[in-house]
Each structure stands twice: as C-alpha cells, then as structure tokens.
C-alpha cells in the first residue's frame, strides 16, 4: 500500500471520528424526539452507512447529510414494520380455521384445479370414501359425471 494511501485512509478516518464527536450527540437526540427507543439502533445504522461509502471529499453539509440517512433507515423500518403487520394479520385470518378445515379447503381447492377426468375420479373416491365410514350419499349424481354415466 502506497505511503499516499495511507494517509488518505488516515484522513478519512480521523475525519470520521470528527464528525462522530461532532454530530452524534445532536443526531441521537433529535432522532429520539421522534422514533423514541429505536433512536439508537436507527443512528447506528446511519453511522455504518457514512462509515461505509468513504468520503474522499468533505461532507458539504454534516447535519443534513446525516439527519436524511438517518430518516431514510427509519422510514424503512417503518415500512418493514407495517408489511410484517400485514403479514401476521393475513396469517391472524388463516388461524381462524381449524387444522382439518383448512386443509379440507386447501384440498377442495386443488381438486377444483384438476381436469375433468381427474375431478371425476375424485369425486368417485369420495363417494367410495363416504360409503365406507358409513356415511350416506345423498344422490347418485354426486357419484357420477355430469351428464354421463358411470
């Protein structure tokens, strides 16, 4: 590594650390004013972020420059947060089934898919099915085609 480099790098972080001491203190807190608890994980984030893209050249405007990463991280956790909160309601509405009625409606569902010579033999089995646990079949029609015979 060239002596250049490493007075470059040097530089870089030692003008890091100086906007850290500078800037840190006034960004936690006025991230805390507005995401409460996740001030902290949101202003660390942002550091990572500066930290990450290596400025050669100075930073024109600190303040601004931090305060938009910053809100840009939290407005993501914001929009994480309502996507897993649409998840898990979606999920909330599954739940309400039971084991066997969902998988009666998952199955139901899949059958429906089938071709017409696959849906028959189904509904056949079925019938065979209900027959043998003593159920009874209301109509001979639900064991045969429509319009044909068996």
Same mark, same amino acid.
């Given at each position: %590594?060239s002596?250049?480099? =490493?007075q470059?790098? =040097?530089?870089?972080?030692?003008? %890091? ?13 006025? %991230? ?8 902290e994980d #949101? ?12 400025h ?12 938009? #990463? ?28 039971? *084991? ?10 899949? #059958?429906?898919?089938?071709?017409? *010579?696959?849906?028959? =033999? ?11 646990? $003593?159920?009874? =079949? ?9 319009? $044909?015979?068996?």
């Amino acid at each position: %590594m060239s002596e250049e480099t =490493v007075q470059s790098r =040097v530089r870089a972080e030692v003008g %890091m650390a100086d906007l850290y001491r500078r800037y840190a203190p006034w960004l936690t807190a006025r %991230m805390r004013g507005r995401f409460g608890a996740d001030a902290e994980d #949101i202003v660390q984030d942002a550091w990572v972020r500066v930290a990450a893209l290596g400025h050669d050249n100075p930073i024109q405007h600190p303040k601004a420059f931090l305060l938009r #990463i910053a809100q840009n991280l939290a407005l993501d956790r914001v929009r994480h947060r309502q996507v897993a909160a649409r998840h898990a309601a979606a999920n909330a509405d599954d739940d309400s089934l039971s *084991p066997d009625q969902l998988e009666a409606v998952l199955l139901e569902q899949v #059958i429906d898919s089938l071709p017409a *010579p696959l849906r028959y =033999v189904s509904n056949v089995l079925d019938c065979y099915l209900a027959l043998a646990a $003593g159920r009874r =079949v209301f109509t001979v029609r639900q064991c045969r085609p429509q319009g $044909g015979a068996l």
